[in-house]
């Protein structure tokens, strides 16, 4: 558009000369000169216009410019903490999840340990190494004995069949802990009385009943009386852990 104007100028100028020069006068040439500096003026007074014009219009683009910016950092800003924040709580719900498994399993295992071998499976393990045994119920131990079957969170009490033999095993697992040195007490008297029954009369198998004593493990009591009670012990040693 400047060279447009400027070109349109000049072409008005040099019209005039011809013109004025056709004329010959002295106020014609003033008068070219004139127009000359005028329209000189005006192509600067546009040019000047313009490039004022278009100086406005960078800067009016420009400082459009920056709230873009401005907006874009605060977005940007937001989607890297929502990122941080998500990756913190997926962290934190893996280790909770972790952490509830490996407890749930350290609970397992606690409870397993507790609830130890049932008597009559750790006595099926031991049966090989004794006589013909008969077993005895609740009423047998409660009346002849004292035992209280109620207390208990399992037992087996076997006699050999043939009445001639000491062999005897007793696996007692108390309900309550607190009860463990009653019902030692209990099975200490059970191996007396044998012991009284046999000293006399056969004294082979009162040595059997005299080297036998009763043992604890945790929860549970127990008492041997076999010609094979170091195997046996043995055993039920490792049934119980």
Not at 77 to 103: G, I, K, L, R, V
Not at 215 to 229: C, Q, R
Request: with cysteine; aromatic share 4%; net charge negative.
């Amino acid at each position: 558009m400047r060279k447009s104007m400027i070109v349109t100028a000049v072409a008005v100028v040099a019209a005039s000369a011809l013109i004025l020069n056709g004329c010959g006068g002295k106020s014609g040439a003033e008068t070219v000169t004139t127009a000359a500096v005028e329209t000189t003026t005006v192509a600067e007074t546009t040019t000047a216009a313009e490039t004022t014009t278009a100086a406005e219009e960078t800067t009016v683009a420009a400082e459009e410019s920056t709230p873009a910016a401005e907006e874009s950092t605060p977005a940007a800003e937001e989607t890297t903490e929502e990122e941080t924040t998500t990756a913190a709580e997926e962290t934190t719900e893996e280790e909770t999840t972790t952490a509830a498994e490996e407890t749930t399993v350290a609970e397992t295992a606690a409870e397993a340990a507790k609830s130890g071998a049932a008597p009559s499976d750790i006595y099926s393990q031991v049966t090989g190494m004794l006589p013909g045994m008969v077993t005895v119920d609740a009423n047998y131990i409660a009346n002849y004995y004292g035992i209280d079957a109620s207390q208990l969170d399992g037992y087996v009490f076997a006699m050999a069949e043939d009445v001639t033999k000491a062999d005897t095993v007793a696996i007692l697992k108390a309900k309550d802990a607190s009860t463990v040195s009653t019902l030692a007490g209990q099975l200490s008297a059970v191996q007396q009385q044998k012991a009284q029954e046999l000293q006399d009369y056969m004294p082979e198998q009162y040595q059997i009943v005299a080297a036998s004593s009763v043992k604890t493990a945790g929860d549970y009591v127990y008492l041997v009386m076999s010609s094979n009670a170091a195997a046996i012990e043995q055993t039920i040693a490792a049934a119980i852990g």
